[in-house]
Nanobody
Framework: QVQLVESGGGLVQAGDSLKLSCAASGRTFSIYTMGWFRQAPGKEREFVSA????????NYADSVKGRFTISGDNAKNTVLLQMNSLKPEDTAVYYC????????????????????WGRGTQVTVSS
């Protein structure tokens, strides 16, 4: 089992930056890909970004491309999400996810390919 704990959320103004962190513990050797998803009130959980821990390949949703950067530190079992130029529409609970199989490499945006989830951290961007 892998446990994931997110941190770094908060209340910021439009145009500001935030850095989210996801710390993994437990059977971290089984993690193939780590991703970030978000869920705004009344909406479905949506893909934000993912990183393949062995090859370093990254994926981004079109809505965050060029503004968000995902990075991983295998030694610390941590994945970061640097969010710049934040917009009010980025307001959501952000969840960290871990996938154990190569399905997450081929389908990184598919929520059903991930096996473990954190409890989320709130990001609120005011206009």
């Amino acid at each position: 089992q892998v446990q994931l704990v997110e941190s770094g959320g908060g209340l910021v103004q439009a145009g500001d930056s935030l850095k989210l962190s996801c710390a993994a513990s437990g059977r971290t050797f089984s993690i193939y890909t780590m991703g970030w998803f978000r869920q705004a009130p009344g909406k479905e959980r949506e893909f934000v970004s993912a990183i393949n821990l062995s090859g370093g390949y990254t994926n981004y949703a079109d809505s965050v491309k060029g503004r968000f950067t995902i990075s991983g530190d295998n030694a610390k079992n941590t994945v970061l999400l640097q969010m710049n130029s934040l917009k009010p529409e980025d307001t959501a609970v952000y969840y960290c996810a871990a996938g154990y199989t190569s399905r997450t490499y081929y389908y990184p945006t598919n929520i059903n390919t991930y096996d473990a989830w954190g409890r989320g951290t709130q990001v609120t961007v005011s206009s």
